[in-house]
């Protein structure tokens, strides 16, 4: 959907909005986003953004900065240790 390199949050959130538009109502209902890494058919590597929908179907893909695969892997970091932590202090309660 978009041939640019998404550099930062605000563009990030302006092609979400789009896609949006374009999908026909929110894409974060019964969908998926995933920032992924990988080989190009032309031999470069690069990151990207991919939203897919319940049936893992392709919605739309765009290229990302490294900077903000960076920010993801980060963000991804942190959701997983907090939700870890906050089960681990639940657990102890349920017993």
């Given at each position: ?26 894409i ?58 906050s ?8 017993h």
């Amino acid at each position: 959907m978009n041939a640019k390199v998404i550099e930062n949050h605000d563009e990030l959130m302006y092609w979400m909005n789009l896609v949006e538009k374009e999908y026909g109502h929110s894409i974060l209902i019964n969908t998926s986003i995933h920032f992924v890494s990988g080989t190009y058919e032309d031999g470069t590597t690069g990151h990207a953004i991919e939203i897919t929908n319940d049936q893992e179907e392709l919605i739309a893909r765009s290229p990302v900065s490294l900077e903000l695969m960076n920010f993801a892997n980060k963000m991804q970091s942190v959701v997983s240790n907090q939700g870890a932590q906050s089960l681990k202090g639940n657990t102890t309660r349920l017993h």
